[in-house]
Each structure stands twice: as structure tokens, then as C-alpha cells.
């Protein structure tokens, strides 16, 4: 028996900054996880990464992670996914002063 498809968001990293990005219902690239779209449907979720993986100009690395609603959007299931949008963990510097901190 197939396992049931879990909620996505494509994400990649952008191509000139390699900061982690998140795809949005409005084609836009977002560095903001909260912004992304939340995509239930999983052919709707492959043709969303195939688009995605065609902008080569934009970024690099493009798949789709597994998320969940949360109250102000997606949220990630995934200690990777959690760590990545925080940035470098070497020290306290640019998104990650103002981003949420990684759940212990």
C-alpha cells in the first residue's frame, strides 16, 4: 500500500547568494519559509518542482520538503529543513538575527 503524499514545499538555494529559498503560490522566489506554498497534491507538487528546476538562471539544487500548516504558514517537519532556513550556525549574523531559532 502507497504512503499517503505529506504536504510540500519546493525549495532550492538562490544561485548568486546561496541563501535557502522557498518557492510561493505567486512564482516568486521568497527567503521567508512562511511565504512559501503549501502544496497538497502531488502532481501538483512535481510540476511545481519541474518549473522550479528549469529557472537555472535563478537557483540551484531545487526539491521538495516536507511541511506542515502552521499559524502563520508552513512549517517544517524536518530538523534539516528547520536548521536550513536559519542559515550558518558558525555565528549569529544576518537572517538569523531575526529569524526564529531552530527548536531544541
Given amino acids: 500500500m502507497a504512503r499517503a503524499f505529506a504536504p510540500k514545499v519546493v525549495t532550492a538555494n538562490d544561485l548568486l547568494e546561496g541563501d535557502v529559498i522557498y518557492l510561493t503560490a505567486d512564482d516568486r522566489w521568497s527567503r521567508d519559509l512562511r511565504e512559501a506554498e503549501l502544496i497538497t497534491d502531488e502532481a501538483h507538487a512535481q510540476l511545481r518542482l519541474l518549473d522550479a528546476q528549469r529557472q537555472v538562471d ?16 508552513p512549517e517544517p517537519t524536518h530538523f534539516r529543513e528547520d536548521f536550513r532556513r536559519t542559515g550558518p550556525s558558525n555565528y549569529a549574523h544576518g537572517k538569523q538575527e531575526t529569524s526564529p531559532q531552530p527548536r531544541a
Fill in 58 to 73: 535563478k537557483i540551484v539544487g531545487a526539491y521538495l520538503a516536507d511541511a506542515v500548516a502552521g499559524e502563520n504558514g
